[in-house]
């Protein structure tokens, strides 16, 4: 069965640069949402989507931006990058309408040298 | 403001033995709860759910209580294994998927 998908899997980037986390969701799932998991710490809610639309937002760094495209995928981009940025990063999918519950993805660990 | 709470960052329990994990919400409203592990560096991975229309639903090893007057719920985990070992979250989907803020199971041999 298909899975949720995120890209990369690893990402090493230096500070003050940018990064994209993508994320596919499972097929006829209609929402999107992202977690960052920092060393030692619980998955924090980042923000999530529904239908392409915001639905939610938790505490997502004003240097952070995200969007769900038209065929449900979605990407997390991250700029400025600060030593603080390197975690765990993951997406779940789940459909709104069937009530099912999310499934996540593997996670892209980010490192921020 | 969390709405989904856990309160017991580890619990430490016997291999065989019954391990409880237990779960606090404040919003009446919610109807639907989802109990998820996690190793390290990995995904969440979903465990057992539970309705509001319910309030026991068993899966194997695994059961969860829900108390609704209480907003309480618990996973119970009978026997309890060392791979059960982990962190274990719960959630309410109508929370927007917020997760509590875990409990680290330990189960010793």
């Known amino acids: 069965a298909a899975g949720v998908i995120q890209s990369p899997r690893h990402l090493i980037k230096e500070k003050r640069e940018t990064a994209t986390l993508k994320c596919y969701p499972i097929?006829?799932?209609?929402?999107v949402y992202w977690y960052q998991q920092g060393p030692g710490q619980d998955p924090q809610f980042l923000i999530s989507?529904?239908?392409?639309?915001?639905?939610d937002k938790g505490s997502i760094p004003d240097r952070f931006s995200a969007q769900q495209f038209s065929d449900y995928h979605s990407e997390l981009n991250m700029s400025s990058l600060e030593l603080g940025d390197s975690a765990l990063y993951f997406c779940a999918s789940s459909s709104m309408l069937e009530g099912t519950e999310a499934f996540f993805g593997q996670g892209t660990r980010l490192t921020v040298v | 403001d969390q709405q989904v709470k856990q309160n017991s960052p580890s619990l430490s329990v016997q291999e065989g033995r019954i391990s409880i994990l237990n779960c606090d919400y404040t919003?009446?409203?919610?109807?639907?709860f989802l109990w998820y592990k996690k190793y390290p560096a990995e995904g969440p991975t979903f465990l057992i759910s539970?309705?509001?229309?319910?309030d026991k639903n068993e899966d194997g090893r695994f059961t969860v209580f829900l108390n609704k007057s209480a907003k309480h719920l618990s996973l119970h985990i009978v026997p309890s294994q060392p791979g059960d070992s982990a962190v274990y979250f719960c959630a309410a989907p109508r929370n927007d998927m917020r997760f509590g803020a875990g409990t680290r199971l330990t189960v010793k041999p």
């Open positions: 989507f529904y239908e392409k639309m915001q639905s």
């Open positions: 539970i309705s509001s229309i319910k």
């Open positions: 097929p006829r799932h209609d929402t």
């Open positions: 919003n009446s409203m919610f109807d639907y």
